[in-house]
C-alpha cells in the first residue's frame, strides 16, 4: 500500500531533495490502466527482477509469443513459461517475494513499469500481484524491430571477473537493464531501462561507470541505491539473444564529472556474473537511435 501523500520511499526522497526536488509521483497508480494492460499483452517480451536467495537484486528477460503475458483484471499480470533453472531469476519469483516488470517496446519507445509481488508459481508461469503502475518516457530508447527465431539455449557460464567478451560487450552496449531494492515503508523491487550512445558506459577493470541523464526525477533507481547499495545488470546482445547478467555494489556520484548531457553518474562494481548463450528466442534489427541521444557523450569524448 502506497503512502497516502505521495509512492516514495526515504531513499527516493533523499535522492529528489539532494538533486533539487522531484514531482508529487500522480503517475505512480495503484493498478494498472487498460492501456497498460493491453500494452503488456502485445509484447513479445519484458525484463522481470527479484531478490535471489541472499537477498541480493536480480534480473532476467522473459520471453514467449504476444500474450505470454496477461492482464486479466487491472491488479493482476500472468506469465506464460517458467523460467530456465540455470536463470538467475529461476529462484526469485516464488509466492510473497517481490518483483519489479519493465516492459518495452523498441520498435515505438514506449514503456510501461510494474511492481508488487508474486502471488504464485507453477511449472506454467507466474502470477502476479501489481501494487504500482507507471509508464515512462520514451527518451534513451533506440528503436530495433523484432522476430522470433527457432533455438535451443546455449551455454551457461558464471564467472566473479568481467572477460574481454564481456567488457567488449558492454563498451559497444547503447542499452541495458538495472535492478536495485528497497525494503520498508513504500518500498519493494523495481526494473528500469537505461540507454544511450554505445560507449557511455565505462569499463575499468570490474568497474562500472554509468551517467544518470535527465529523466521523470522519480529517482526510483538512485533513491534504492541510497537504501541500499547492490544492484543487477542485464546486458543483452540483440543479435544473438545471449544475456550477460551482473550482480554488485553500487555508488551515486553527484558530480557528472564533465560528461555531456549527464546529471550525476553512478557506479557498479562487479562482484559476480552469468553469460547465457541464445538464451532469448528473439533477434532485433536496429532502426536507428533516440533523438535525445544527440544531446549525451561518451566516455571516449568526455576524456
Known amino acids: 500500500m502506497m503512502h497516502p501523500d505521495h ?8 535522492a529528489q531533495d539532494r538533486a533539487g526536488g522531484g514531482p508529487g509521483g500522480h503517475g505512480i497508480r495503484e493498478a494498472m490502466p487498460d492501456q497498460h494492460r493491453e500494452f503488456f499483452e ?3 517480451y519484458a525484463v522481470i527482477s527479484g531478490l535471489d536467495l541472499r537477498g541480493h537484486p536480480a534480473l532476467t528477460m522473459v520471453a ?3 500474450g505470454f503475458i496477461a492482464a486479466p483484471n487491472p491488479l493482476t499480470l500472468s506469465i506464460t513459461g517458467a523460467l530456465d533453472p540455470q536463470d538467475p531469476m529461476a529462484a526469485c519469483l516464488v509466492p510473497g517475494a517481490p518483483y519489479g516488470l519493465i516492459g518495452i517496446d523498441f520498435a515505438n519507445r514506449r514503456r510501461n513499469r510494474a511492481n508488487g509481488r508474486v502471488a504464485a508459481a507453477t511449472k506454467a508461469g507466474y502470477w502476479l500481484v501489481v501494487d504500482q503502475s507507471f509508464g515512462n518516457c520514451p527518451q534513451y530508447i533506440q528503436r530495433r524491430t523484432v522476430e522470433q527465431v527457432e533455438r535451443s539455449a546455449g551455454d551457461f557460464e558464471a564467472f566473479t571477473e568481467l572477460d574481454s567478451a564481456a567488457q567488449a560487450q558492454i563498451e559497444a552496449a547503447d542499452t ?11 518500498g519493494g523491487v523495481d526494473a528500469s531501462h537505461r540507454g544511450g550512445r554505445p560507449g557511455f558506459v565505462k569499463v575499468e577493470g570490474d568497474t562500472l561507470t554509468i551517467p544518470d541523464f535527465r529523466g521523470n526525477r522519480y529517482f526510483n533507481t538512485l533513491g534504492n541505491m541510497l537504501s541500499w547499495p547492490r ?8 543479435a544473438t539473444g545471449d544475456l550477460l547478467h551482473l550482480q554488485g555494489t553500487t555508488e551515486v556520484l553527484w558530480d557528472a564529472d564533465g560528461f555531456k548531457g549527464a546529471e550525476r553518474l553512478w557506479r557498479f562494481k562487479v562482484e559476480q556474473g552469468w553469460r547465457r548463450k541464445a538464451a532469448v528466442p528473439l533477434r532485433w534489427t536496429f532502426l536507428d537511435e533516440s533523438p535525445v541521444n544527440a544531446r549525451t557523450g561518451t566516455w571516449a569524448e568526455a576524456a
Open 7 to 14: 509512492p516514495f520511499h526515504a531513499g527516493e526522497l533523499a
Open 42 to 44: 502485445h509484447l513479445p
Open 64 to 66: 514467449g509469443p504476444p
Open 176 to 186: 541495458f537493464f538495472v535492478a536495485t531494492a528497497a525494503m520498508g515503508p513504500n
Open 231 to 238: 544492484a543487477a545488470l542485464l546486458f543483452p546482445d540483440f
